[in-house]
C-alpha cells in the first residue's frame, strides 16, 4: 500500500523522475516518486522470491483482507535516511510497515527488507543478484541510520549507467557526481550530487580573463605577479587579496545558482592539485597554505548562506574542503569567527598510503605519518578546527589502473578506524562502473560498513561467499585472501617500481616495504591455482560467469606483476653481464608487454584519470623495454 499522489497510479509515480521538480518547497511529488518506486522493487522481489506472480497487488488504500506492506509514512526522529520496519498482527491480519525519516529512509527500508529476506546486489547487473526464494516474510522489528553520512564514490565525470546507479541506492550509497546524465533517477534513489575538483580557480578565476586588469590579484612569486593557474595545477591566486577572493566566490556562487552545479548537492571546494601557494606579505601572515585555504572556504561558505537567505539558492549545500598535499597538515591559527561546522567538512586524502598495513598502524612509517596528521585534525585537544571529518580513499588511485586489489582486511579495520578518529562521511575516488570482477567485494564491503561501522566483517566475508560462489565459496574465499597478499603493496609497486622500471635506475629496490617480489609471485600461483580448482568444480551457470569475471581481471594483474618480474630479471641479468640470460628474460618481457598490449578492456571502466589506453601503458613500465634493449645492445 502506497500512496501515489498527484499521479494516475503508483507506477506512473514511480517513472516520473523526469517530471518532478526536486528542487522546489513542494515534496509531495518527490515522495510519492520515490515510495512508490519502492513499492514497486518490493513487488518485483518479493513475486521473484515466492514465485507467486499475482499477489502483491498496489492499491493505494488498505485492502479489504489480506496482509498488507505499508510504504510510506514519515518519522523525522529517524534523520534523512533512517528507517523503521516494524510488523503488527491488526484484526488478524499481519500490518508490516516501512517508515522513513523521509523518502529515501523509505526506499532503505524497502532493500532492507529484501536484504534480511536473502536478497544481494554484489555488484551492477542482473547476473551479480542473489533472489532466493521464500515462502513467506515474517515479523521484523528493525530501527536503522547511517553510521556515515555520506557513503559513495569520488567523481566527476558522466560514466555511470542506470545499473550502476540501481547498485548504490539497494546498497544504501549516497554520494556520486553531479554531471551524470540521469540526474532523475539519482535524485529519485536519494543519491547526493557532488560538484568541484581542482579546477574550481580556472573556471572561477581565470588568469585569461581577470591577469592583465587585476595582475594583483594572482600570486606573487619570486617578486612577481604571475598568472600561474594552469588548469588543475600551477599557483594559487593571491588569497589576501579581497576584491580576488570576492570575485572568485561571487563567480562560484552564481554557477550553483543557474550553471553548471545548479543541481549540485555537496560541494568540493578545492584549490589547485598540491598547488604552490603566493609569496606577498600579506598572504604570509594569513598562515600556512591550510589557514589560508580555510579562510576562503569561510567566505565561500558566507556567500553560499547569503544565497540562500535572498532566496537565490532553494536547497542546502554542504561544503567540503581538502586535507591534502600542500593543506594536508592541520590549522596553525583559530579559525575566522563564525566559520560554518554545520555546512563544511574537511576531507582527508591519505594519497600513497601503504595498504600492506592498517591505517592505523603505528609501525608503518608511511601510515603513521596520515594517521598523526589525521589525530591533528580530528582529536587534538589543542586542534584549531573543530569541525567535521571526511575520508577520501584510494581504492583505484589512478597509478592502480584498475589493478585487481583486494582490500578485506584492510578496510575490516580501517573503516572503524577512521570512525572512530571522527570520520563521518567517505568516499574513495576512480571507481569502475561496470566488469568488477573480485573488486565487488571491495565496493559492497565498503557499503556494508558504512552503513553499519560495527558489521561483524568475517560474517560478512562468510555470507558474501557463500552466496556469490555457492560450491566454490571455500576455495574463492581462499583466491581472495591471495589476492590480497598478492597485491596490497601496490602503492610501491605502482609509484615505486614501476616507475624506477620506466627510468631504467640501477637500484630497483631500494624501499624496505617491497625488497623483492617473490612473496607477490608466490601469491600469484596460488591464486591462479585456486582459480584452476574453482574452474573445476560443478556449478551454476551464473556462478560460472562470475568466476569468469574474476578470472579475466585477475589475469590483468598476474601478467602485470609478471611483467615487471621478467624486467627486473633482465636489468640483473645484463647488469651482470649475463647476457644469454637477460636476452631470455628479456624475450619473456616482449611476450608479456604484447598480451597487456592486446587488453583494452581491464583498464578502461574508470575516469579518465584511472583508465589507461591498455593493459601495458598501465603497467607505468612500459619504456623499461627500451632501457633492456639498449644493455643488451651493449654487449
Request: net charge neutral; aromatic share 12%.
Amino acid at each position: 500500500m502506497v500512496d501515489h499522489g498527484r499521479f494516475a497510479s503508483a507506477v506512473e509515480a514511480a517513472k516520473a523522475e523526469d517530471r518532478v521538480n526536486w528542487l522546489d518547497a513542494d515534496q509531495s511529488d518527490d515522495n510519492a516518486c520515490t515510495e512508490c518506486f519502492a513499492a514497486l522493487e518490493l513487488q518485483r522481489y518479493l513475486r521473484k522470491m515466492t514465485g507467486r506472480a499475482d499477489d502483491f497487488a498496489i492499491a493505494s488504500r488498505e485492502p479489504l483482507r489480506g496482509d498488507v506492506i505499508r510504504v510510506g509514512g514519515t518519522q523525522p526522529e529517524l534523520g534523512v535516511e533512517g528507517y523503521q520496519i516494524r510488523s503488527s498482527i491488526v484484526n488478524g491480519r499481519r500490518i508490516t510497515a516501512l517508515t522513513g525519516g523521509s523518502r529515501v529512509g523509505t526506499l532503505y527500508a524497502a532493500y532492507d527488507l529484501l536484504y534480511r529476506l536473502g536478497c544481494r546486489w554484489f555488484a551492477p547487473g542482473e547476473l551479480h543478484e542473489e533472489v532466493p526464494r521464500i515462502a513467506g516474510i515474517p515479523d521484523m522489528d528493525v530501527t536503522e541510520k547511517p553510521s556515515f553520512v555520506t557513503r559513495g564514490f569520488l567523481a566527476w565525470e558522466n560514466r555511470g549507467d542506470p545499473d550502476f546507479l540501481l547498485w548504490m541506492a539497494r546498497n544504501r550509497l549516497n554520494y556520486w557526481t553531479v554531471t551524470q546524465q540521469e540526474r532523475g533517477l539519482m535524485r529519485k534513489l536519494g543519491i547526493r550530487m557532488v560538484y568541484g575538483s581542482h579546477d574550481a580557480l580556472e573556471l572561477f578565476l581565470n588568469p585569461a580573463q581577470y591577469f592583465e586588469a587585476h595582475p594583483e590579484w594572482f600570486a606573487l612569486v619570486k617578486g612577481k605577479r604571475t598568472p600561474g593557474i594552469r588548469g588543475k595545477f600551477g599557483t594559487n591566486y593571491c588569497t589576501s587579496n579581497a576584491d580576488a577572493t570576492s570575485e572568485f566566490v561571487k563567480n562560484y556562487v552564481q554557477a550553483l545558482v543557474d550553471g553548471e552545479c545548479r543541481e549540485a548537492d555537496i560541494v568540493r571546494f578545492w584549490f589547485l592539485d598540491a598547488g604552490k601557494w603566493c609569496e606577498c606579505d600579506n598572504c604570509k601572515a594569513q598562515g600556512t597554505p591550510t589557514d589560508r585555504n580555510l579562510f576562503v572556504t569561510h567566505r565561500f561558505a558566507e556567500e553560499v548562506r547569503k544565497a540562500r537567505q535572498a532566496g537565490r539558492i532553494h536547497r542546502p549545500i554542504a561544503i567540503t574542503f581538502l586535507a591534502y598535499s600542500d593543506v594536508v597538515e592541520p590549522a596553525s591559527k583559530p579559525l575566522p569567527a563564525g566559520f560554518d561546522y554545520e555546512t563544511c567538512a574537511a576531507t582527508f586524502y591519505p594519497i600513497r598510503r601503504c595498504y600492506v598495513h592498517n591505517f592505523d598502524d603505528p609501525s608503518c612509517e608511511p601510515n603513521n605519518k596520515y594517521f598523526r596528521q589525521l589525530d591533528g585534525w580530528a582529536r587534538d585537544p589543542q586542534r584549531h578546527y573543530q569541525g567535521q571529518i571526511a575520508i577520501g580513499e584510494y581504492y583505484n588511485v589512478s597509478r592502480f589502473k584498475c589493478l585487481p586489489i583486494c582490500f578485506m582486511h584492510t578496510m575490516a579495520n580501517d573503516i572503524s578506524a577512521y570512525y572512530k578518529a571522527g570520520a563521518r562521511h567517505f568516499d574513495y575516488m576512480h571507481v569502475t562502473c561496470r566488469n568488477w570482477g573480485n573488486k565487488a567485494l571491495t565496493n559492497y564491503q565498503m557499503a556494508r560498513q558504512l552503513w553499519n561501522v560495527q558489521t561483524d566483517c568475517e560474517s560478512l566475508w562468510q555470507d558474501y561467499f557463500a552466496k556469490r560462489y555457492g560450491p566454490a565459496a571455500k576455495t574463492m574465499h581462499a583466491f581472495y585472501e591471495s589476492l590480497e597478499k598478492m597485491l596490497s603493496n601496490a602503492t610501491e609497486l605502482k609509484y615505486g617500481l614501476a616507475r624506477r622500471l620506466e627510468r631504467g635506475d640501477t637500484d630497483l629496490f631500494p624501499n624496505a616495504h617491497l625488497p623483492s617480489l617473490d612473496k607477490i609471485l608466490d601469491y600469484s600461483k596460488q591464486c591462479r591455482q585456486l582459480l584452476i580448482k574453482a574452474t573445476s568444480t560443478s556449478l551454476p551457470s551464473r556462478i560460472q560467469e562470475r568466476i569468469a569475471e574474476d578470472e579475466r581481471n585477475f589475469t590483468y594483474g598476474e601478467r602485470t606483476v609478471a611483467y615487471y618480474d621478467a624486467c627486473v630479471q633482465a636489468f640483473t641479468e645484463a647488469r651482470a653481464k649475463r647476457f644469454d640470460a637477460a636476452r631470455k628474460h628479456y624475450d619473456e618481457a616482449q611476450r608479456l608487454a604484447e598480451l597487456l598490449r592486446a587488453d583494452t578492456l581491464s583498464t578502461r571502466d574508470s575516469s579518465s584519470h584511472g583508465n589507461a589506453e591498455n593493459a601495458l601503458v598501465a603497467s607505468g613500465a612500459a619504456g623499461a623495454l627500451a632501457h633492456i634493449a639498449k644493455l643488451l645492445e651493449a654487449k
